[in-house]
């Protein structure tokens, strides 16, 4: 009886603590220092916290209410389901999948502004929707929903939103192919964040094509390209 006693209370006292676990060490224990991902404020437990001026880089994400869904904790893994609290980006809702053998996202809906993070591609913002992108210690092993990109030219005074399906390739890495009218997109980002994109405008007219050659664009046959390789930072 006495041991059954002090079995119960040690489970209350265990279930208590992980309730009233610190985010903010939670946190510190899951990001490793070449994370493109900080915040400057983290306050509340993992069941129920929120995290403020969130940063992707140089980026700003904005502030969110972050919670640990439990049934993920009976498979092994940690799922964080986020929600963003207001933010020019507008909403953005999803998980945060954190299992034994596989990390990334789940269910993403909303848009991130990476005008900073893949520069000198004049693209403005992504758009997540139902997407899913999971990297284990090596290679892509799930991509699936849709991925868009809102380009600007601003020596053009031109704007266009491209839109396609996520995949992983058959070497491991994520690869997205947007288009939009003549443009196109292909993004391919591999485990550690480097990444490679170019950006392509068919039949472009002379007067487009050549302000789109000060913006380092080159001419291709008819097609206008911008290609570029290195880390998201």
Known sequence: MILRWWLFGGALFLIGLVAMFPLHVAMDMSMSRQSL???????????????????L???RLGTFDVSLRPLSLLTGGADVGIERIGGLDGPLVGTLALDDDSQGIRDMNGGIG???????????????TEATILFDAD???EASGTL?????LGLLGLSRTLSGP????????????????????TLIVNREGGYEAQFAIANAPPL?????????????GTTLRLTHQGPLR
């Open 37 to 55: 991902l900080s915040a400057r404020q983290v306050a509340g437990s993992v069941w129920s916290g929120r995290v403020g001026e969130a940063m």
């Open 139 to 141: 290679r892509c092993v």
């Open 208 to 220: 487009i094509a050549s302000g789109l050659a000060l913006a380092g664009f080159t001419l291709d």
């Open 114 to 128: 990476v005008a900073t993070l893949m520069a000198p591609l004049p693209v403005d913002r992504l758009l997540l």
């Open 148 to 152: 868009g990109a809102e380009a600007s």
């Open 57 to 59: 880089g140089e980026e």
């Open 166 to 185: 996520l995949s992983c390739t058959s070497d491991g890495r994520l690869q997205a192919d947007l288009t939009g009218g003549n443009e196109t997109l």
